[in-house]
């Protein structure tokens, strides 16, 4: 079955980094658009970025634009999110996801920016 499982997640400064990762199972990754998205306590999730299936393209939203960086590599089945430069209003959940007829989520990971 389909699983994806992210990780990197914890508590960090301002001005700090963070690296996430999402290990995907289940199905052919190389073939997918992935995804992580966001939510904070109290407010709708929504998408931080997205990568294509070869990695050629990414998109970000405008509030991550400059300070995070989507990568993939396929032959790990992996897909990851650096984040630089974070900010107290970063904290939230963080979740991966496959695009697709089927959209599939990850549990998520706590990313807490706090001094």
């Known amino acids: 079955q389909v699983q994806l499982v992210e990780s990197g997640g914890g508590l960090v400064q301002p001005g700090g980094s963070l690296r996430l990762s999402c290990a995907a199972s289940g199905f052919t990754f190389s073939i997918y658009t992935m995804s992580w998205y966001r939510q904070a306590p109290g407010k709708e999730r929504e998408l931080v970025a997205l990568?294509?299936?070869?990695?050629?393209?990414?998109n970000y939203a405008d509030s991550v634009k400059g300070r995070f960086t989507i990568s993939r590599t396929n032959a790990k089945n992996t897909v990851y999110l650096q984040m630089n430069s974070l900010k107290p209003e970063d904290t939230a959940v963080y979740y991966c996801?496959?695009?697709?007829?089927?959209?599939?989520w990850g549990q998520g990971t706590q990313v807490t920016v706090s001094s």
């Open positions: 996801k496959r695009s697709g007829a089927n959209a599939y």
């Open positions: 990568i294509s299936s070869t990695g050629g393209s990414t």
